[in-house]
């Protein structure tokens, strides 16, 4: 019986794809700071922690915490925008939840919001849990 | 049926459940093997353990009793097509050889159980069999 093993960078390039075809126009994973012209929304990937469980000494179930925070102009309705830039992110995350055959699950856990601080921006965090198996 | 031990019975269960194709891995033990220091191409892995065993009659030269022991077969992946494919590659077995090379006739099989999570799951076989013994053996 074969078992697909998920690759981190593929799992990466997935989640920034199926961002942007969400909605989100500007993805970033290796950068994390806003600055220069770039289009909202945007959102930053940032890799967290990983909890491992070993299954097999060859075969691990991995949690893989990542943290999705995306920036939206807030306008003159920063409720609404922040409300419509989480569903935007949120159905980008869902649109493939085994982000291109690598994982077996991956959920949002929990969505944090700038509370209006980031004004003139706002901002949402997701905390999202992937899970899939490693060799390694 | 021949004179048999635990231990002939043991070695012909194991010896029938190694010709099936689709199992790897064949281990008799006293417990629950420590699946996590197995790797993935030992799998699917075939542990059989004796449970209870009950005499069931006895005469001043011989005896029968009735054994019952568990066969769990560890198999990795979806629980899918294979999983069934498995359970019925065993009973196949278990049918087609059902005196396990004369040693001791199974009687039953009680349960068949999955139990388990993604990736790793169990198939539990609760099987009843009998055999004989001398009863100098016993």
Known sequence: MSLVFGNKESMLSELEANLKSGGIKYVDRQKQKIFGDYQY???????SSESRTYILTDCIKVEWTIAVVAYALAGTTPSTSVNSLI?????GIEADITLGGNAYNTRIIR?????????????????????????? | MTDSTRTSILSAISGVIEQVSSVNTVVCSNGNVMIETYKASDLPLVQIVFNRETPLYETSHHAMWEISFELTCYVLGGIEDTVENIIKDI???????????????????????????????KLIFDMRSKYEKGVADA
Do not use: H, R
């Open chain 1, 87 to 91: 569903s935007i992110v949120k159905s």
């Open chain 2, 91 to 121: 009973k196949d077995a278990i049918g087609a050889n059902q005196t396990m090379n004369q040693t001791c006739v199974i009687t039953e099989i009680v349960s068949v159980n999955i139990i388990g999570d993604f990736p790793l799951w």
């Open chain 1, 111 to 136: 969505i944090d919001t700038d509370e209006g601080f980031a004004y003139p921006n706002c901002m949402a965090l997701f905390t999202v849990v992937i899970s899939y198996l490693s060799e390694d």
């Open chain 1, 41 to 47: 929304p945007l959102a930053f990937i940032n890799d």
